[in-house]
């Protein structure tokens, strides 16, 4: 029988829960801030917990009309509608071979859920600001701002995904022209 494909995000949800709850006792004060790997391609990127909602297998997501290629369409969140954005696309990656083991990350920014489509994801990460290593070499003004940097992890490169960046960006829907 195969795995539950929910079974590793409710493990890293629980452990997001668990180090939230440990971050609002008095004694503990740590500089490292949590994220979630998430996995582009053979890349790896990083998204802060602070944001994430729900870890799903992905749904069946409806199109829409008139909308930004990166922007699949919509979901259904336990009755609420959620956009859902292919990262890929609007990070201009090439695309990949349809896989049964997509996830789409449910995120909240101010009072605004979205669904963020990812190859698969990875673990959780404890990183500081020291961790920063380098600025992210992108192009558009759109992509800079959607990234806080890159991080050295594990004989690797993370890029980390600023999300506040990525969902106030002026590009985010709109219309390539």
Do not use: C
């Not at 493990?11 to 971050?23: G, K, P, T």
């Not at 409806?62 to 609007?90: A, C, Q, W, Y």
């Not at 859920?113 to 290593?133: A, E, F, I, M, N």
């Not at 759109?142 to 004989?155: D, H, L, N, P, T």
């Amino acid at each position: 029988m195969p795995p539950d494909p929910t079974a590793p995000g409710e493990r890293i949800l629980e452990q997001v829960r668990r180090d939230r709850a440990q971050r609002l006792t008095p004694e503990t004060e740590s500089v490292h801030l949590q994220y979630l790997t998430v996995r582009l391609r053979d890349e790896w990127y990083a998204l802060r917990v602070d944001y994430l909602v729900e870890l799903l297998p992905a749904p069946r997501i409806t199109r829409v009309p008139s909308v930004p290629e990166h922007i699949l369409g919509v979901m259904n969140f336990r009755g609420e509608v959620l956009s859902v954005i292919d990262l890929k696309r609007f990070f201009a990656l090439p695309q990949s071979e349809p896989s049964p083991d997509l996830i789409v990350v449910v995120v909240e920014h101010g009072e605004v859920r979205t669904g963020l489509l990812v190859d698969g994801v990875g673990d959780l990460v404890p990183l500081s600001p020291g961790d920063l290593t380098e600025e992210p070499l992108v192009a558009g003004r759109a992509q800079r701002a959607s990234f806080e940097g890159v991080v050295r992890f594990k004989g690797g490169l993370i890029s980390l995904i600023n999300l506040e960046g990525l969902l106030q960006s002026e590009d985010i829907y709109a219309t390539a022209r």
